[in-house]
């Protein structure tokens, strides 16, 4: 079982609400990444990190931010949340010379 | 545009029966492909990886086959097991320094006992 770890796991919230949804990892993985994923669909790359104070966006825009200053933490917010945000996020962890990625349980979002 | 495409339709097979499962990609040069399986509400949990240049691996009763030609791969379970229900995902990543990962919709299987 891979030590990555997110909280909440299921999180019912109005909208214009900022949330943070958390992520860590206690695996030193210098690599990691946040997916946005609806049911039956593929997983989106929205965020990732390449190591401390590195981010970028990924193939799907999205109005969340990220930041990583720790190695095994990396957080995302939404400062105003809205419906089209509902989804299920799952963060990742790799380490950098292995490609095999390490998912946490998820976050299942829903704004009302 | 680069495209995953993996069976449309959900699997279901006779348990102890060999499951195959298709993912072909077109517009993509992978330098590795990896197939994940994903329980309901679950993060996905890697399974195999396999290189552009290995043309089979084999993990218990897993096997995968890559085909750079027919641009596919196939996934296979053999024994098949009612605890092997789940979807399956296949995964491409090109080379580079990027070797970010993208997903296909994923394969649910059902092994009926």
């Known amino acids: 079982e891979a030590d990555i770890y997110q909280t909440p796991r299921y999180l019912v919230i109005g909208t214009g609400k900022k949330i943070t949804l958390e992520c860590s990892q206690t695996?030193?993985?210098?690599?990691m990444y946040w997916y946005q994923q609806d049911p039956g669909m593929e997983l989106h790359l929205i965020h990732y990190?390449?190591?401390?104070?590195?981010?970028e966006k990924g193939d799907l825009s999205s109005e969340s931010t990220v930041s990583r200053i720790r190695t095994e933490h990396f957080p995302l917010t939404l400062e105003s949340a809205r419906p089209s945000h509902t989804s299920q996020y799952l963060c990742?962890?790799?380490?950098?010379?292995?490609?095999?990625?390490?998912f946490g349980p998820g976050t299942r979002l829903t704004v009302t | 545009s680069q495209k995953i495409e993996q069976n449309s339709e959900a699997l279901n097979i006779q348990e102890g029966k060999t499951a195959t499962l298709t993912c072909n990609y077109t517009?993509?040069?992978?330098?590795?492909l990896q197939w994940y399986r994903q329980d309901p509400g679950r993060g996905p949990v890697f399974l195999l990886l396999?290189?552009?240049?290995?043309k089979e691996k084999r993990k218990e009763r897993l096997k995968v086959t890559f085909d750079t030609t027919l641009k596919q791969s196939l996934f296979h379970i053999t024994a098949s097991q009612p605890a092997d229900s789940a979807t399956y995902l296949c995964?491409?990543?090109?080379?580079?320094?990027?070797?970010?990962?993208?997903f296909g919709s994923g394969t649910q299987l059902t092994v009926l006992p």
């Open positions: 517009n993509y040069s992978p330098a590795y």
């Open positions: 695996m030193g993985h210098d690599k």
């Open positions: 396999i290189r552009e240049n290995e």
């Open positions: 990190s390449y190591g401390v104070n590195s981010t």
């Open positions: 995964a491409l990543a090109s080379s580079g320094s990027a070797r970010q990962l993208t």
């Open positions: 990742a962890s790799s380490q950098t010379a292995h490609y095999e990625q390490y």
